[in-house]
């Protein structure tokens, strides 16, 4: 009878562990996409040393970027019923359209350890800041020098197109193909380097950091005419100076390389090519002006959080609560700041991050946050595919077309979404 009900126990037992849920007796599985392009052989090696370190869970890494069509690729995840765990919003614009999917994370640990996180309009902090970015126009300051040219100076619109003119007529001396590598292709993938970045000057040059006042009454479908052309014959000079292989075909690896191989003088990128630059062995010294469209003086960068993760709320408890240690783990340990500074050449967006960047460009964004007077982001507040769909074919056609018609396209484009 003791033989009976010891085998009676065993298949109980047996029974038992099997009808235990995956998550006692496997690992949990989670996913991330994201999309800078940039950075991905660090993010992947990252993953691969967590995974290493946390035998529990398992975790893969997607990248989609370059000008691709990342908000596309994530409708088409969710489709096809493959939405990531953790996946990434560029601003209002992206949380307004996925909030449905965004997870609050106001209790994660991470949160306390930075003043960049993206908060609903609750106040839930949301938002995962991916790192402190930057940009300006950079520039070779080799080549500035050979020219006799002082980046000090270039504080206003009268000034930088004088500079650029006197390298133009220089080219052969200095063994250029063109002044600015500037792409703005749309089939290239460059269409968010013009229509997003350079632009955003229009929206948050010459004013305090949080003044958004420009961009609300662009929201309103009130255009600065005079601001707005201003900003489009700085815009134009940039166009008329660059190879225009680069300019109307290029790829983001074509307009890096033309910089990085001393072939252009001044650069429209953020600090992160600065990885890239690395690769292509681009040893020289570089640093950034502002984007001086209008002549009040200006040596502003344009600075914020690029970009935000989020966890994904519709995925199981399991994997939002190992997305969630994840995003703790990048933010506050030792390998999480090895992999966003050293590795990835970020400029960290947490307080306790004590590493420094090496790469020139973020170490201009360190200087120029220390001495402030910089300008915030505001395309991400954009509509779902009005920076690429809309505004970048109107950027993208400014390199064969006209300042007038620019300028009547832009306010167009933005009297249309005001009145939806």
């Known amino acids: 009878m003791r033989k009976l009900l010891s085998l009676a126990l065993v298949a109980v037992l047996a029974l038992s562990v099997l009808a235990l849920p995956a998550s006692a007796n496997e690992k ?4 991330v996409f994201q999309l800078k392009v940039e950075i991905d052989p660090m993010i992947q090696a990252f993953g691969k040393l967590y995974n290493e370190k946390h035998p529990d869970v398992n975790v893969t890494v997607e990248t989609l970027g370059g000008g ?14 493959q939405m990531p765990t953790i996946f990434m ?30 908060y609903d309009p609750d106040g839930k902090a949301v938002g995962f800041p991916i790192a402190m970015e930057g940009f300006g126009l950079g520039y070779n300051a080799e080549i500035l020098e050979k020219a006799g040219v002082d980046p000090a100076t270039l504080t206003t619109f009268s000034a930088t197109k004088a500079a650029i003119e006197k390298i133009a007529g220089m080219k052969e001396e200095l063994g250029l ?32 950091y949080n003044d958004s006042s420009v961009y609300d009454a662009l929201r309103r479908g009130e255009v600065d005419q005079e601001r707005l052309t201003a900003f489009a014959n700085y815009l134009k000079l940039l166009y008329d100076n660059a190879d225009p292989n680069v300019l109307e075909n290029g790829n983001y690896d074509a307009q890096v390389a033309a910089f990085a191989s001393g072939k252009a003088a001044f650069i429209t990128q953020g600090n992160w090519i600065d990885p890239n630059l690395a690769q292509l062995e681009a040893t020289f010294p570089m640093g950034y002006i502002s984007h001086n469209f209008l002549e009040e003086e200006s040596t502003g960068l344009y600075m914020a959080a690029p970009s935000w993760f989020v966890v994904n709320k519709q995925a199981s408890p399991e994997q939002q609560k190992a997305a969630i240690d994840f995003l703790n783990y990048m933010a506050l340990s030792e390998d999480g700041a090895n992999y966003m500074v050293a590795e990835a050449g970020m400029v960290p967006a947490f307080k306790s991050v004590k590493l420094q960047p090496e790469g020139p460009f973020s170490k201009a964004l360190v200087e120029a946050s220390a001495r402030g007077g910089n300008f915030n982001w505001y395309f ?11 505004l970048g074919p109107i950027f993208e056609l400014l390199a064969t077309g006209t300042v007038e018609d620019f300028v009547a396209d832009v306010t167009a484009a933005f009297q249309e979404i005001a009145n939806k």
């Open 28 to 31: 949990v599985n989670f996913s």
């Open 89 to 118: 919003i560029e601003g209002q614009g992206g949380y307004d359209l996925w909030k449905d999917f965004i997870a609050d994370m106001s209790d994660a640990d991470w949160v306390k350890d930075t003043d960049l996180a993206f």
């Open 177 to 208: 193909d063109a002044v600015v590598s500037v792409g703005t292709s749309v089939a290239g993938g460059l269409w968010w380097v013009t229509s997003q970045h350079v632009f955003n000057a229009f929206y948050a040059g010459y004013q305090e």
């Open 68 to 81: 691709a069509d990342y908000g596309g690729a994530l409708k088409a995840k969710l489709t096809a019923d």
């Open 380 to 390: 991400g507040q954009n509509p779902d595919g009005f920076n690429q769909g809309t």
